[in-house]
């Protein structure tokens, strides 16, 4: 018998119910701050990439005003307001992850690597281009 046991016994507990067992799955909800107005969705941390650094600049955000996650996280993504999404992600991941923030979604790529390719970069700057007006003054 485990210490937990032992201890579930001497108080008398014989049978035990977890209120909310999803919390122990990693299931409480992120927050997103009102001032967060991109939100990137990629397994792999590319926040201090040069390419990065450029999107932000022209997108006139501070560090502030994005939030990145990876797709588990942001299966638990509560907001209010109306971010603009950028999914990078494999095309299955990606399709899943686009029908729980269908009016939210502006952008997808398949992976990161994708994105060292001109044709590739100059079309995300295409797609990034019409939503510049929601983020305010762009430089």
């Known amino acids: 018998m485990n210490r937990r046991d032992l201890l579930l016994q001497e108080m008398g507990i014989s049978q035990w119910v977890l ?3 999803q919390v122990l799955k990693g299931d409480a909800q992120i927050r997103l701050s009102q001032s967060a107005k991109l939100v990137v969705v990629c397994e792999e941390d590319y926040q201090q990439s040069r390419f990065f650094a450029d999107i932000l600049r022209v997108l006139n955000l501070q560090q502030n005003e ?3 996650l990876n797709s588990e ?7 209010t307001h109306s971010p603009v999404f950028w999914l990078i992600q ?11 923030f269908a009016n939210q979604t502006a952008w997808q790529s398949s992976c990161w690597q994708e994105l060292e390719q001109a044709a590739q970069k100059r079309k ?3 797609q990034m ?3 510049l007006q929601h983020f305010g003054e762009v430089v």
């Open 19 to 21: 209120a909310k067992p």
């Open 66 to 68: 994005y939030q990145w």
């Open 73 to 79: 996280q942001s299966q638990r993504l509560v907001f």
């Open 90 to 100: 494999p095309e299955t991941q990606a399709v899943k992850i686009a029908k729980l």
């Open 124 to 126: 995300l700057w295409q």
């Open 129 to 131: 281009d019409t939503y």
